[in-house]
């Protein structure tokens, strides 16, 4: 599990994109819309601190960013695909690659008592 000081780390290789699409929206004068309408009445202040600088980008603010529908990872990783990167930032960019459908069949093999690591290293075993 990655500590939040690794994943800020991590995010600084990758927060261009991320901010390219808060200014834009800022400059649409749309950051209190989005805010309210699409991240959960999030503070539009956190926004304009991540545009400045004063707040970092995570994992955890571009979570919401994409399950909010105002950015993808495609967007984000501007052509390079999940498996080229670092094994680092390859663990965050899967696990915000998770869409609800896959949590939800997660969350079925858990309800059944079935191992998803299990299932897994078969699959990858055949």
């Known amino acids: 599990m990655k500590t939040e000081t690794e994943d800020i780390r991590i995010w600084k ?3 261009a994109p991320v901010v ?3 200014k834009e929206l800022r400059a649409k004068r749309e950051l ?6 699409k991240l959960k009445d999030m503070n539009p202040a956190r ?6 600088g004063k707040t970092d980008v995570s ?10 529908g105002i950015m993808t990872l495609d967007y ?3 052509g390079k695909e999940i498996r080229d990167l670092a094994k680092e930032d390859r663990r965050i960019f899967i696990r ?18 079935i191992s998803l690591k299990s299932v ?6 055949g």
């Open 13 to 15: 290789k990758y927060k």
């Open 47 to 52: 926004l304009s601190e991540m545009i400045s």
């Open 59 to 68: 994992s955890y603010y571009v979570g919401m960013f994409i399950n909010g």
């Open 32 to 37: 209190r819309k989005v805010c309210r309408e």
């Open 96 to 113: 915000l690659a998770l869409d609800d459908e896959t949590v939800d069949m997660i969350g079925d093999l858990e309800e059944k008592e």
């Open 120 to 125: 897994l290293k078969g699959i990858l075993k």
């Open 20 to 22: 390219k699409v808060l």
């Open 76 to 78: 984000i990783l501007q």
